[in-house]
């Protein structure tokens, strides 16, 4: 008898997973062990939650939106696919939240919606399965909405509202494969498009220094995204650079510089220069710094911003070494301004205005015709159009009328990087596609695809051209040629069934009268001899449309031709797979044809 009773204890012991193995369901853990009495063993911070749950809600809503506190539960282990949770108040990253904390670090977080309705959320965590963790539920606003209301924590494998996606990061359905776009930062958004995390939108700051190019972007002015790359193709995103001072300040668009003469006295070090950030607060005023010294991983705000108060923002900066000073270009009351500076501390204003401007200022030299001897000064405004002219160090002369520099709907705020004369040399370009939402994602917006820019004569006269990267090549994957391909009116000629990751790259004979017409899953590009349409209006070459080059990525169609003289960047959701081409009016000849599968940059 008494041998029957360990059997029935280990019997007992091995219940649950029996219940396990049968009903296939793992039971909830609590993590918030909140009573009337008090929040348990959390930790509490401040005076926002007071002394114990309402109703078993932890809020600082009754304590009043100036009231601020902090609520850290005990560690613990992940066990369960999903921590789900109910939350309520202000959307305020950073601020009115509940994070999920992993060796110090925040790898998820969420927030209200500006309302006291408790909502479900959730947080996919299988990948940090075995991990320890710590959930803290933070309220540092005091301004509007500065509360925050969260229950019912447990961790699952059934949560009440499955976060947007499941997939893997970076392998999402929609996800562009060859473009850059923002990880899900800190949390799984239920629309990222109304809200901040996953989003992109004005480019700035784009540096290269010591091996690295350096991608920042504004996240709905919250802060600045920052991704690193050795090669413009791979990149890794970072943890934001600096975040807004305080909830509803604004951090809004830049530059960056390296100081190498350390003229601001930012650094100690006279072999570690200052990479410096200059931006604008939301009131357009103030305009402020922030500084790195350890290429950009950590960020300081200047101790006395705004260092300036001036009424214009969008801070273009660079240092002009004919006059040994440097130069910041501003956007303000519908024109560029233009103020000097010896230290980038303390500016002048030159009164040189350029009148009819557009946000987002770009500016810098390139070679007429690839003669280091022969430059010329080119403006890029924020909505793309370029002049070309010549820079005394005060004063633009534009010599050119305005030009687009891509025709495409989504192409704004475009920027590229500088200090590459440390590098290469080469002006790359990159813009922000402005509308690129994906549905059911959680991320949204993307970047273009890298493009040199050169400028060249024309018959009508000098050009900015556009071309993809050579890096690209490192994406090729396996591809046909053709030398000789003739395709009649009213017919279409099949080139790739499956796949939606292409560069297509074609020399084309295109007679009056007829068009070309390359199909790419559900979409088209249409050439005429003189002219390409990509979801946007017809534009003119200056010359018969000789060579074509289209890239194909989940999220975008961008079309060059004649080596870059025009191009058109334009956001597109599949709608099928492969590609095929096909003619109006007359034959057309493509009498080279080049058809590259792309890798995955991820």
């Known amino acids: 008898m008494p041998s029957v009773v360990p059997a029935l204890i280990l019997i007992l012991a091995l219940l649950p997973a029996f219940a396990m193995a049968i009903g296939g369901q793992r039971a909830d853990i609590p993590i918030s062990h909140f009573d009337k009495q008090g929040f348990g063993d959390w930790k509490l911070e401040g005076a926002a939650f007071g002394s114990a749950p309402v109703e078993g809600v932890a809020t600082t809503k009754p304590a009043g939106d100036s009231a601020t506190g902090k609520l850290t539960s005990p560690e613990f282990r992940i066990e369960r696919s999903y921590i789900s949770f ?3 108040g202000g959307d305020q990253e950073r601020y009115t939240c509940l994070d999920l904390l992993i060796d110090g670090k925040v790898v998820k977080s969420a927030t209200g919606r500006n309302s006291d309705e408790l909502e479900p959320q959730s ?5 940090f399965h075995g991990h320890r963790a ?5 309220d540092v606003a005091t301004g509007d909405w500065g509360h925050v209301s969260v229950a019912h924590i447990i961790a699952t494998d059934h949560p009440e509202k499955l976060p ?8 999402e359905t929609l996800r562009p494969q060859f473009h850059f776009t923002a990880r899900q930062f800190t949390m799984d958004r239920l629309n990222p498009v109304e809200h901040q995390e996953g989003w992109i939108n004005d480019l700035n700051g784009l540096i290269y220094y010591d091996g690295e190019y350096h991608l920042f972007a504004q996240r709905w002015a919250t802060c600045w995204l920052h991704a690193v790359s050795r090669d413009l193709i791979h990149w890794k995103e970072l943890e934001p650079a600096f975040w807004e001072e305080a909830p509803g300040v604004g951090v809004q668009s830049g530059t960056c510089v390296i100081d190498y003469h350390n003229t601001s006295g930012l650094s100690s070090d006279p072999n570690n220069p200052p990479m410096i950030a200059f931006w604008s607060r939301f009131d357009n005023l103030s305009q402020c710094l922030c500084y790195s010294l350890d ?10 911003n705004p260092y300036m108060e001036h009424p214009e923002r969008d801070p273009k900066v660079f240092w002009f070494e004919p006059a040994k000073h440097w130069v910041m270009m501003m956007y303000g009351e519908g024109a560029y301004h233009i103020l000097t500076s010896p230290n980038l501390l303390d500016w002048k204003d030159e009164h040189h205005p350029i009148p009819d401007s557009f946000e987002c200022p770009d500016f810098f030299e390139l070679p007429v015709d690839g003669h280091a001897n022969q430059k010329k000064w080119v403006l890029i405004q924020g909505n793309g159009n370029y002049s070309v002219g010549d820079f005394d160090g005060t004063q633009f002369h534009e010599e050119t009328p305005r030009f687009a520099c891509d025709i495409g709907p989504d192409f704004y705020a475009t920027q590229s990087w500088a200090n590459t004369e440390t590098a290469d040399g080469r002006r790359i370009q990159v813009a922000w596609m402005r509308g690129a939402a994906f549905p059911e994602m959680p991320f949204s917006q993307e970047i273009s695809f890298p493009c040199e820019l050169t400028l060249r004569t024309t018959p009508a006269g000098l050009r900015v051209h556009r071309q993809p990267i050579k890096e690209i090549d490192k994406l090729q994957g396996s591809h046909q040629e053709r030398p000789e391909l003739e395709v009649q009116p009213g017919s279409s000629v099949p080139l790739e069934e499956t796949g939606d990751l292409f560069r297509i790259r074609a020399e084309v004979a295109i007679p009056e009268g007829a068009a070309l017409i390359f199909h790419l899953c559900g979409e088209e590009v249409k050439l005429t001899p003189e002219s390409i349409q990509n979801g946007s209006a017809n534009a003119k070459t200056s010359t018969k449309i000789r060579r074509v080059e289209i890239l194909l990525d989940r999220g975008s169609i961008e079309a060059f031709v004649n080596d870059g003289e025009l191009s058109s960047t334009r956001f597109v959701i599949p709608r099928g797979k492969g590609i095929s081409v096909s003619a109006e009016g007359s034959a057309v000849t493509l009498k080279h044809l080049r058809i590259d599968r792309l890798k995955s940059i991820w």
């Open 295 to 304: 290429h950009g991983r950590t960020w300081t705000h200047y101790p006395k």
């Open 86 to 88: 109910r939350i309520a």
């Open 164 to 171: 947007v996606t499941t997939q893997p990061l970076y392998h």
């Open 123 to 127: 947080w996919d965590v299988k990948p």
């Open 134 to 138: 710590k959930i803290e539920i933070i």
